[in-house]
């Protein structure tokens, strides 16, 4: 007689994303996992399970999205605490892999690989596998020593502006770092492709210069992996609607949300904010404009397909 999925199959989650942990469970037919996240008085990370975890496949739902070194310091007791009561295998679902930004050393500079230093420290912490989504940088799945899994959220996003049966669409890159990304989806919508040169001054400016492709009298989607102070993405949508466009909507994988973000976004002229829930956004930019599509599915077939040893496939586009 076969066993249930939740007989050999334990879902837990830190305190970063709990819905998103939820959700997933909901598509997996699964109780979510009891684990205690709590701190002692002095803010050290506290982890107590409530079950039994001997001999199971673990997956621990955590995203190292703000505060990043507490959820990531969250993540990594939750896998030591995992390791230490004796689970078969322990995956870390990141649906948002923060540091990856930090990813090479720039020449002559004196700067820390921290994306690298962070991959060390899952592994070291006892992990066996790791699952993440639209990684800033897909190199960085080389920094684990561990396999890794790369979720795409194409798909998520491409059904969306696919539902809404717009015509001359153009999709573009707010970067040429995101040129492949921003291809995938204009492929998956059949739209026009363009990108605009930005150049980043530092960490928090960048300067936006001109548009390579033609955005005149077209609908413009500007996919992004990562919104974070939102800068360059609302200067971009700015100078896309100068050179014609007919509209603009925001497309983002991981909505950071940090310093001026949400005045930013706000005083944008774009018509629509559609964000993928690997961070909550918890109430800080909401509104008519705000869409939030649930990466659940994907990473709840993601577990599935792990836990049955069989092969994911490209959820990409």
């Known amino acids: ?85 004796s689970a078969a295998r322990i995956t870390a679902v990141i649906p948002y892999f923060g540091y990856a930004r930090q990813d090479r050393r720039e020449q002559g500079a004196r700067v820390p690989i921290t994306a690298k230093m962070v991959a060390n420290l899952i592994v070291a912490s006892g992990a066996d596998r790791v699952v993440t989504m639209d990684l800033h940088c897909e190199q960085i799945q080389g920094f684990f020593d561990i396999p890794v899994d790369h979720v795409y959220a194409g798909s998520v996003l491409v059904d969306h502006y696919a539902r809404k049966k717009m015509t001359d669409l153009v999709v573009v890159s707010p970067d040429v770092g995101a ?4 291809r995938a989806y204009s492929r998956g919508l059949g739209a026009r492709l363009a990108t605009v040169d930005k150049r980043r001054v530092s960490g ?24 974070a102070t939102g800068g360059s993405i609302t200067a971009a949508a700015q100078l896309i609607l100068e050179k014609g ?73």
């Open 245 to 317: 466009a007919k509209s603009v909507f925001l497309a983002c994988t991981h909505p950071v949300l940090c310093g001026p973000a949400v005045e930013r976004l706000q005083a944008s002229p774009a018509q629509e904010f559609a964000f993928v829930d690997t961070i909550p956004v918890d109430g800080k930019l909401s509104g008519d404009r705000v869409v939030l599509l649930s990466s659940a599915p994907a990473f709840a077939n993601s577990i599935r397909q792990i836990h049955k040893s069989a092969s994911i496939g490209r959820n990409s586009l």
């Open 1 to 85: 007689m076969s066993q249930k999925l939740s007989d050999r199959m334990v879902v837990l989650s830190g305190n970063s994303n709990r819905s998103l942990a939820a959700d997933i469970c909901s598509e997996l037919g699964l109780e979510p996992g009891r684990a205690d996240v709590t701190r002692f008085p002095d803010g050290e990370i506290s982890v107590t399970l409530g079950e039994d975890v001997r001999g199971k496949d673990v997956f621990v739902v955590q995203s190292t999205c703000p505060p990043v070194n507490e959820n990531l310091m969250e993540l990594l007791v939750m896998i030591d605490c995992v390791k230490r009561s």
């Open 179 to 182: 040129i492949k990304m921003a």
């Open 204 to 227: 928090e400016k960048t300067e936006i210069g001109f548009i390579i492709g033609e955005v005149a009298g077209l609908h413009a989607i500007i996919a992004d992996d990562v919104i």
